[in-house]
């Protein structure tokens, strides 16, 4: 893999931000899109443009083939053993909060427990917050290390015969944290629980094989993995979509209509009401293509090593706090850090001024920025079209920002 040959697939590269060439450091907001993506958005308006699973004619019968080939395509990225257990949905939100409206507001009752951490993003906290408000069920949360790592031990005495539903993030997008979901699954499993995972973070990283990790849902998003924004998908086993509802109506997702009652067609279709994400399924299609043909080992060997040159320069410079676990730790792509008396968005805007974008905020991650006693943080990213020299950059802007900073430092 040699992301400075990659680097030419992906036309925002030619952009020049304040006059300095684009350092993108953003990736686990959104990643960029390669030509062979945008090149297929394309060409499917261009050529195949119709609605889906309704006209026989040829431009209807394109599309179809064209949806239900991503749907195939995403199944087998994800090693799911049928794509009728792949739901395209508008993105990793959309798709945990699918299984928090149809499928645990409807059998969760007082006294049934909700187990997740501190640390997750908000998408995989306030729709628990919803269901025990609707419910009667308690949340309990699992504690974490001082470098946001969580211990399998801690797991084993939080989890109780009461828990129904055990949730995580594969990968913090905060610390950059790599959660041990097979073993937390068997624990859950164990328990009688179910265990869902929010791959947002490492669908797009590392090969995923949902049957080895055992996870009876995974959600994940299209724009974090070189496809289109408004496209996700919620994975689930196939006992678990039988017994799930719907959470919306329409047009498609249904087999009969009376009068007074219907019923629904069976998963995938009965989640996918009305005209679908077209677009941007055949789009996240081709995202796995390009994907797969690079590797995701590959991806995840160079993400890890980026990540942990990145830790290394920053903690190397006086003044940087840096959060999560710390170099030589088998990690995420991502570093996260502040610069010490001084607000991560004046950071950032010092950065973008040499052309490196980074995030500034609190990630949606209210709680864990709380547990690290700051109101928000700064994060570099890495993806496949990162270099060293992006890694460089971003130091030599910190440096930068630092001397025009000096005086808040101290």
Not at 45 to 73: C, D, F, I, P
Not at 379 to 387: G, I, K, P
Request: overall charge negative; charged content about 20%.
């Amino acid at each position: 893999m040699n992301p400075i040959e990659l680097r030419k697939d992906f036309p925002i590269f030619e952009e020049k931000i304040n006059g300095h060439p684009l350092v993108y450091l953003d990736s686990a907001a959104t990643s960029q899109k390669p030509r062979q993506v945008l090149d297929v958005l394309k060409r499917y308006y261009e050529h195949e443009n119709s609605n889906v699973h309704r006209g026989v004619h040829t431009l209807g019968t394109r599309a179809t083939e064209s949806y239900e080939q991503a749907r195939e395509k995403v199944a087998t990225f994800i090693h799911a053993p049928s794509a009728n257990q792949v739901v395209f949905t508008r993105g990793t939100t959309e798709s945990l909060n699918m299984i928090a409206y149809g499928y645990a507001r409807t059998r969760f009752q007082a006294g049934d427990e909700i187990v997740l951490p501190p640390s997750e993003h908000h998408s995989n906290l306030i729709p628990w917050q919803q269901v025990a408000r609707a419910t009667g069920a308690s949340i309990k949360y699992l504690p974490l290390q001082p470098d946001g790592t969580i211990r399998l031990e801690d797991v084993e005495a939080t989890v109780t015969e009461k828990t129904k539903l055990v949730t995580i993030a594969h990968v913090s997008n905060v610390l950059g944290t790599i959660n041990p979901v097979k073993e937390i699954a068997e624990i859950a499993h164990r328990h009688g629980a179910i265990m869902v995972v929010d791959g947002a973070q490492s669908v797009p990283h590392m090969p995923i094989d949902v049957v080895e990790l055992d996870c009876d849902f995974l959600a994940f998003s299209g724009h974090k993995m070189c496809g289109p924004t408004g496209i996700g998908v919620l994975y689930g086993k196939k006992e678990l979509f039988e017994q799930m509802e719907p959470t919306y109506f329409g047009g498609e997702m249904i087999d009969v209509v009376e009068l007074y009652e219907s019923t629904w067609k069976e998963a995938p279709w009965k989640f996918e009401g009305g005209t679908p994400i077209i677009a941007g399924a055949i789009g996240l299609g081709a995202a796995v293509d390009y994907l797969s043909a690079i590797g995701l080992d590959a991806v995840a060997e160079h993400d890890a090593k980026l990540a942990n040159l990145a830790m290394e320069r920053l903690q190397a410079i006086d003044g940087i706090d840096v959060y999560g676990p710390q170099a030589g730790v088998h990690r995420g792509g991502l570093v996260t850090f502040n610069l010490r008396g001084v607000h991560p968005h004046d950071v950032a805007t010092v950065l973008d001024t040499q052309g490196v974008a980074v995030r500034a905020g609190h990630h949606c991650a209210q709680p864990l920025m709380r547990i690290l006693g700051v109101g928000s943080t700064a994060r570099a990213s890495f993806y496949l079209y990162n270099t060293e020299d992006d890694v460089e950059h971003l130091v030599e802007a910190l440096q930068q920002a630092k001397e025009f900073f000096g005086h808040a430092i101290g």
